[in-house]
Every structure is written in structure tokens, then in C-alpha cells.
């Protein structure tokens, strides 16, 4: 079979609260990284999530920070999902599953994905403050939620045990990352679509 062209996409969001830009390669063979969304925890998240996802993203965003982080981080989210959504395409050769569990000092988290078509999170993981950095911690599950919407994507992410709510967080990113990035790997000798309905 030929090889399996790169898939990569573009999202732009613009409402009266944000503007976001999106680039996301799923394949590239040199990923590069670049986030700015004027939350620099999240920017921190997002850094760490492409590299532990070995993938190419650029997030740039200008949000009402002035009112608070929701917006801001909410559409991160929604336009990241849509960048997964967009880059799959009809998903062809994918493996489909990823799972991954990572340590971050004593904090330990999983995520278990299916790239399935439906939209769903299960989100369980307590924090202990209201912030870290400058991102409110309310908004993990928000951020999580927003993606596994867009992407059309089943999300399982659990903190299993932790003290710091740096490492909780910095640990349920990592392992989505690693999750997802074993969920959009292809086989290009494998089955074209892993469904016995043939549609994902």
C-alpha cells in the first residue's frame, strides 16, 4: 500500500469573547511547538501535551482575560477538538484505542480514549485550590469536556492519587497525550476502519 498521506489541520474561532488559531500535524516527522494563549499554565499544559503527543501545535489565542480565564481556555478547547476532528478525517487505518497511565512525582493519572465518534468524557480528579498559576483549576474538566465534544471523542481521564495540584494536572495532560497519540497511530496493513459498523 502507498504510504499514508500526513494529516494536519487548521481551526480559527471568532467570537466577540476570544480569537483562537489552531495548527495541528498529527504526523510530522520533526513536531514543532508554539502556544500563546495568555494563560501561561495552559500554555505550559498545552506545550507539554504536544510534546508527549509527539504533535506539531500552534495555539494562539487573545481572550476577555480581564473578565476571567473561562473563555479563553473553554475555546482552546473547543478549537483543539475541532482540530483532531478535522485532521482524522474518516479516521482510515487508525488504531483507534489509547490508553496510557504517567506518573508525575506523586501524583499518578490515566486516560483511556476511543476515537469513536461519540462525544463523552468521564472526568475524576480532585483539586485542592481554586488556581494554578493562573488558570482555575474548575476548568481542567471544562477544557477536557470541550475537546472530547469537538473531536467527537470518548475520554476517560482519572487522577488516581496526587498531593499537588501542579503534578495532578501537568500528569492528566501528559497521559491524554499519550493516549491520544497511540489512539491516531495507523496501520496502513491493518483493518481501514476498526468497526463492525464500518464508521467512526
Request: hydrophobic share 40%; net charge negative.
Amino acid at each position: 500500500m502507498d504510504t499514508l498521506p500526513p494529516r494536519s489541520a487548521q481551526v480559527d474561532r471568532q467570537t466577540a469573547e476570544t480569537t483562537v488559531h489552531v495548527s495541528l500535524e498529527l504526523d510530522a516527522a520533526n513536531p514543532r511547538y508554539r502556544n500563546a494563549t495568555g494563560v501561561g499554565f495552559l500554555d505550559h499544559m498545552l506545550d507539554l501535551f504536544a510534546r508527549h503527543g509527539r504533535f506539531g501545535l500552534t495555539v494562539e489565542a487573545e481572550g476577555d482575560l480581564h473578565v476571567d480565564d473561562h473563555h479563553t481556555v473553554e475555546d482552546v478547547g473547543i478549537c483543539l477538538g475541532q482540530a483532531f476532528a478535522q485532521a482524522l478525517g474518516d479516521k482510515a487505518f487508525v488504531t483507534r484505542y489509547g490508553e496510557a497511565t504517567v506518573p508525575m512525582d506523586e501524583a499518578l493519572a490515566r486516560a483511556v480514549v476511543d476515537l469513536s465518534g461519540r462525544s463523552f468524557l468521564v472526568f475524576h480528579a480532585d483539586f485542592d485550590r481554586q488556581q494554578v498559576g493562573d488558570l482555575s483549576t474548575e476548568l481542567v474538566e471544562h477544557f477536557w469536556w470541550s475537546v472530547a465534544e469537538h473531536a467527537r471523542t470518548t475520554l476517560h481521564l482519572d487522577v488516581l492519587r496526587g498531593r499537588n495540584d501542579h503534578h495532578r494536572i501537568e500528569a492528566l495532560f501528559k497521559a491524554a497525550a499519550r493516549a491520544l497519540r497511540q489512539a491516531v497511530a495507523r496501520d496502513p496493513d491493518g483493518d481501514r476502519l476498526p468497526s463492525t459498523k464500518e464508521a467512526l
